[in-house]
């Protein structure tokens, strides 16, 4: 299994941007789609983006589609998640996560390793 390390998370106001990065290790990074989920405090994991092993196709949930940009570079083994026009319900702990295959996944119950997740808090 690969392992993976978040990073990038942190304090911003609403409307502010933050970019997460996922470095992975352990593994042929290209074998695997990537994703990224978030859990808030009382709430259960959910689903935020995904794309494919080439990065040539990527799927959003609706409540971030148009405000969050999934991208990865398979040279350096690191996915990324652009995050703008920030919400203070986007605050979450937020993890990555890397599911074998070459389609993209949206159910995390198809993902093979986790981050350790990262805190992002979006004041109002």
């Known amino acids: 299994q690969v392992q993976l390390v978040e990073s990038g998370g942190g304090l911003v106001q609403a409307g502010g941007s933050l970019r997460l990065s996922c470095a992975a290790s352990?593994?042929?990074?290209?074998?695997?789609?990537m994703g990224w989920f978030r859990q808030a405090p009382g709430k259960e994991r959910e689903f935020v983006a995904t794309?494919?092993?080439?990065?040539?196709?990527?799927y959003y949930a609706n409540s971030v589609k148009g405000r969050f940009t999934i991208s990865r570079d398979n040279a350096k083994n690191t996915v990324y998640l652009q995050m703008n026009s920030l919400k203070p319900e986007d605050t979450a702990v937020y993890y990555c996560?890397?599911?074998?295959?070459?389609?993209?996944?949206?159910?995390?119950?198809?993902?093979?390793?986790w981050g350790q997740g990262t805190q992002v808090t979006v004041s109002s």
């Open positions: 996560a890397a599911a074998s295959g070459y389609r993209y996944y949206i159910n995390p119950n198809d993902y093979d390793s």
């Open positions: 352990g593994g042929t990074f290209s074998n695997y789609a």
């Open positions: 794309i494919k092993w080439s990065g040539s196709i990527t």
